[in-house]
Nanobody
Framework: QVQLVESGGGLVQAGGSLRLSCAAS????????MGWFRQAPGKEREFVAAISWSGGNTGYADSVKGRFTISRDNAENTGYLQMNSLKPEDTAVYYC?????????????????WGQGTQVTVSS
């Protein structure tokens, strides 16, 4: 089974930046879509960004467009989420996910593997 481990979360002031990483290990899959989701206290899990295996297709939630950038390095089996101009509303646990069947998807239920999550807290 594939294991995904997020890192890079922490506490940051509004307007600051963080870069989250998602490292895959174990029975890694050659071709897979990748996505980032987040869950704020008392709220349901929310789509943030997704990227195809080749990196040719990316998608973002309207709330993060222009501020967040998703990328991946397949040679290192690692995905990234660069978060700039952070707002208090971005405070949440962030999860990375991978899908081995679909090249690109924003649908959480289609992802096969999930990381443990990393906390991002933005103070105002």
């Amino acid at each position: 089974q594939v294991q995904l481990v997020e890192s890079g979360g922490g506490l940051v002031q509004a307007g600051g930046s963080l870069r989250l990483s998602c490292a895959a290990s174990g029975r890694t899959v050659i071709s897979y879509a990748m996505g980032w989701f987040r869950q704020a206290p008392g709220k349901e899990r929310e789509f943030v960004a997704a990227i195809s295996w080749s990196g040719g297709n990316t998608g973002y939630a309207d709330s993060v467009k222009g501020r967040f950038t998703i990328s991946r390095d397949n040679a290192e089996n690692t995905g990234y989420l660069q978060m700039n101009s952070l707002k208090p509303e971005d405070t949440a646990v962030y999860y990375c996910a991978a899908d081995r069947h679909v090249d690109f998807t924003r649908v959480s239920s289609l992802y096969d593997y999930w990381g443990q999550g990393t906390q991002v807290t933005v103070s105002s």
